[in-house]
């Protein structure tokens, strides 16, 4: 049978004194820096996934500015095309009846000088027919 002597005992109680020893002055220490670690790390994860999220909701906020920004634009954009070919109708409507009246004051000054010219050479006929007459009859 086994038998337990004064040298197990001693062994035993050496080895229970070395546990709590080492319990106390090695695996506390190290069990404690684990679990502040562990702390800080599960922190810094919590405060990651804050910046993390304030910059997507920041990144959507500025997406959503840069869309209305643009919607913005395509409107002032469309507005300002509009005005400016209700403004190029206008000027054409403008140079097109400037245009016209032109034309209608040249028509008028070449009927004036048309009606001139008429009397002038109906009245030179005249005189060139009372010319003739005369030389034909010899006055």
């Excluded at 820096?33 to 702390?39: S, T």
């Excluded at 997507?56 to 500025?62: G, S, Y």
């Excluded at 959503?64 to 300002?80: N, T, V």
């Amino acid at each position: 049978m086994l038998s337990i002597n004064a040298t197990a005992l001693i062994v035993f109680a050496t080895v229970w004194i070395l546990v709590l020893i080492l319990t106390r002055i090695f695996f506390k220490p190290i069990l404690r820096i684990l679990d502040e670690r562990a702390a800080r790390i599960a922190k810094d994860k919590a405060a990651a996934d804050g910046a993390q999220q304030t910059y997507e909701d920041d990144l959507k906020r500025i997406e959503d500015g840069l869309k209305e920004a643009r919607a913005a634009a395509d409107a002032a954009r469309s507005a300002a095309e509009a005005d400016a070919l209700k403004e190029k109708s206008r000027l054409v409507r403008e140079v097109q009846a400037e245009g016209r009246a032109e034309v209608e004051k040249a028509k008028a000054e070449l009927l004036r000088e048309m009606e001139s010219l008429k009397k002038d050479l109906d009245k030179r006929t005249e005189e060139i027919a009372e010319t003739i007459e005369k030389r034909i009859l010899g006055e």
